[in-house]
């Protein structure tokens, strides 16, 4: 008779982590399933379980000593990513792996909002699946729970004391059973990973829950990370395309100077802000005159777009010492980066300071 993993673990008074160790390193043999599950032979679990004596001193100490290497394995796994998507995509990979389940997600929150925003969700297989729209915690009681007391949470569909609406959404996806578990950074909880297992409820042992724990304080503190990490390399590109964009407007100050009437300055301010901000489209107008100028089409978003959670934005600068009406509008295909509203706010000062010249001339 071959038993599983989770069947052996209990035949031997450890964790699952542990069969699956012992497995992989060859300490205990194991053949594996046409799905790539994992069967241990009966009389081996038997003869091991002799070999124990009875006594825990040695499971134990086994066990400890598989826990601290799963845990410095995975927390390296999880350290050595700080490209977001791939740390993403890490931590829900390590989770699916260490508890042997079917999916997580990993979700930010923002607790002014009382919101939780689901920022990956993976199988097991590393395939990212859709993500599903932002809820109230107020709408789950158990998440805000997890939150609110930083405790884990198990909820499984047989489980009539489960929070019911939980077991509303498990039972509409399909699952047996959910583990959440909340993600804390000094002190405060900043997200939650949620495990859930298609195929059958589930009960964890201390040991799966002690090391679910510690990797979600590590992707904690990974996350955060690669937050900062990402917010300095956007500021980086911003100073790269803001020192491009002054370049670019001092080669184009000739032509603007060299305008002779309001239709000519406006189409001349229209296509130098357009280049020189790498724009999708730019208007200038003032009173009933307007010229209009295109850059490039809209790209498909990159990472830079999708971090900042737009795909467009609108700039809009006017006459600062508001002696025209003059107005600049400027369609980018990603969020201004620093500097660049600046920028054009004294691109709009030069030409409102040129209209006012062509006005005293007339």
């Avoid at 594996?32 to 070999?51: C, F, K, P, V, Y």
């Avoid at 498990?170 to 059973?177: P, Q, T, V, W």
């Avoid at 964009?245 to 100050?253: Q, T, Y």
Wanted: aromatic fraction near 4%.
């Amino acid at each position: 008779m071959y038993l599983s993993v989770q069947q052996a673990a209990r035949r031997l008074g450890v964790s699952a982590v542990t069969i699956r160790r012992w497995t992989a390193t060859g300490f205990l043999p194991c053949k594996r399933t046409a799905g790539n599950h994992r069967r241990i032979d009966e009389d081996d679990i038997e003869e091991l379980a002799r070999a124990i004596g009875g006594s825990n001193h040695l499971a134990a100490r086994l066990a400890r000593e598989r826990e601290l290497e799963t845990l410095v394995q995975c927390s390296l796994a999880v350290a050595s990513q700080v490209d977001p998507p791939q740390l993403l995509a890490e931590i829900a990979r390590q989770m699916t792996t260490l508890l042997d389940t079917d999916f997580c997600a990993v979700s930010e929150y923002d607790p002014e909002a009382q919101v939780v925003r689901v920022l990956a969700d993976y199988d097991a297989s590393g395939r990212r699946l859709p993500n599903t729209a932002p809820y109230r915690v107020r709408d789950f009681p158990a998440t805000r729970k997890v939150l609110d007391e930083q405790v884990h949470v198990v909820v499984n569909v047989d489980d009539p004391h489960a929070d019911a609406a939980e077991v509303v959404v498990l039972r509409h996806e399909g699952d047996k059973s959910l583990l959440m578990m909340p993600m804390v950074l000094r002190d405060r909880s900043i997200g939650l990973l949620e495990i859930q297992d298609h195929r059958r409820p589930r009960h964890y042992s201390r040991q799966e829950l002690r090391l679910c724990r510690a990797i979600a304080g590590q992707a904690a503190i990974a996350l955060n990370n690669a937050r900062m990490f990402a917010e300095r390399r956007r500021g980086d590109q911003d100073i790269a395309r803001l020192r491009a964009a002054l370049g670019g407007v001092a080669g184009a100050l000739p032509t603007v100077i060299a305008a002779q009437t309001a239709p000519e300055l406006l189409g001349a301010v229209a296509r130098v802000t357009c280049d020189c901000l790498g724009a999708i489209s730019c208007v200038a107008s003032v009173a009933h005159e307007s010229a209009g100028a295109f850059g490039a089409a809209l790209p498909a978003p990159d990472t830079e777009t999708t971090e900042r959670g737009a795909t467009a934005s609108v700039v809009v600068a006017t006459d600062p010492g508001r002696a025209t009406d003059l107005a600049v509008a400027v369609t980018l295909a990603r969020p201004a980066g620093d500097g660049e509203a600046e920028l054009l706010d004294v691109i709009v000062a030069c030409a409102a300071a040129m209209l006012a010249r062509f006005s005293s001339q007339t």
